[in-house]
C-alpha cells in the first residue's frame, strides 16, 4: 500500500530546462527524503528534510534543491538539467530522524535528459 | 568510514531453490541492518531489519544474521518463488552518521 506519492512517473526534458519533482507523504511522518537512483541500481541520499533541518549529501550539486511546503510535502528542483542527472529519484519518508529509522518510499519518478 | 559491499551483481535461480545473497559491512559506529527489496516499477521496502549483534531478523521466509565477528549480514531463503524477482539491497545505518548506505544492490531472477 503506497503512502509516499510522487508526480510525474515520468519525464523527458532537455539540457538546460529546469524541473520539478512533487512528492507528498501521507503517514504523518516527520522526516523526508531524496534519492537518485542511477541505471545501475545504484542509491545515493541527497537530501533529508524535517521541519528543523535540512541536510545535504555533500556530493549533490547546487543545481538541485529541495523546495518544502509542510512536513507532508518535499519537492525536488533542478535549476538546469545535465545528462549525468538521467536517473530515477525516489522520495521517501521516516517517523522520525535517526538514520535506523525504517524508511518508506514512493514510486519513483524517472528522469531522462535528452 | 561506512561501507557496504555486495558483491552479486545478478543471481538467477530456479523456483525452490536456495538463496544465498552475500552482505559484508564495514562501520566504527554502532550499527543497524537492513534488507530492503524492490520489485520493479516500485521504491524499496522494507524487508527485514536487525538492531543487536547476532540476532537473526526473518520476513516471508527470508533470513539475515547480523555477525559481528564477521562483520556480515547475509540474506538467506530456503525455496525461492518467481514472485522473488527483485532487486535486494544491504543496508547499514551507523550511530552517529544521518546516513543510510545501501548496498550496490542484487538482481535476484526466479525462473519457473
Known amino acids: 500500500e503506497t503512502a509516499v506519492f510522487q508526480t510525474p512517473n515520468y519525464h523527458v526534458t532537455q539540457v538546460g530546462n529546469e524541473v520539478s519533482f512533487n512528492c507528498k507523504q501521507t503517514l504523518g511522518h516527520d522526516t523526508m527524503y531524496w534519492y537518485k537512483q542511477d541505471s545501475k541500481k545504484l542509491l545515493k541520499i541527497m537530501f533529508s528534510y524535517n521541519n528543523k533541518q535540512l541536510i545535504v549529501n555533500e556530493t549533490v550539486p547546487r543545481r538541485f534543491s529541495p523546495q518544502s511546503s509542510d512536513k507532508a510535502h518535499l519537492n525536488l528542483r533542478i535549476k538546469s538539467v545535465e545528462p549525468e542527472d538521467s536517473a530515477v529519484y525516489l522520495c521517501?519518508?521516516?517517523?522520525?530522524?535517526?538514520?535506523?529509522?525504517?524508511?518508506?518510499f514512493g514510486h519513483g519518478t524517472k528522469l531522462s535528459v535528452l | 568510514g561506512n561501507s557496504v559491499t555486495q558483491m552479486q551483481g545478478q543471481v538467477t535461480l530456479s523456483e525452490e531453490e536456495f538463496l544465498f545473497i552475500n552482505c559484508t559491512y564495514s562501520t566504527t559506529g554502532y550499527p543497524t541492518l537492513f534488507w530492503y527489496v524492490q520489485y520493479p516499477g516500485e521504491g524499496p521496502q522494507l524487508l527485514l531489519k536487525v538492531t543487536t549483534a547476532n540476532n537473526k531478523g526473518s520476513s516471508r521466509g527470508f533470513e539475515a544474521t547480523y555477525d559481528k565477528g564477521t562483520t556480515s549480514f547475509h540474506l538467506q531463503k530456503a525455496s525461492v518463488q518467481e514472485s522473488d524477482s527483485a532487486v535486494y539491497y544491504c543496508v547499514l545505518s551507523s550511530s552517529g552518521s544521518w546516513q543510510l548506505i545501501f548496498g550496490s544492490g542484487t538482481q535476484l531472477t526466479v525462473m519457473p
Open positions: 521517501a519518508s521516516s517517523k522520525g530522524t535517526i538514520s535506523n529509522e525504517r524508511l518508506f
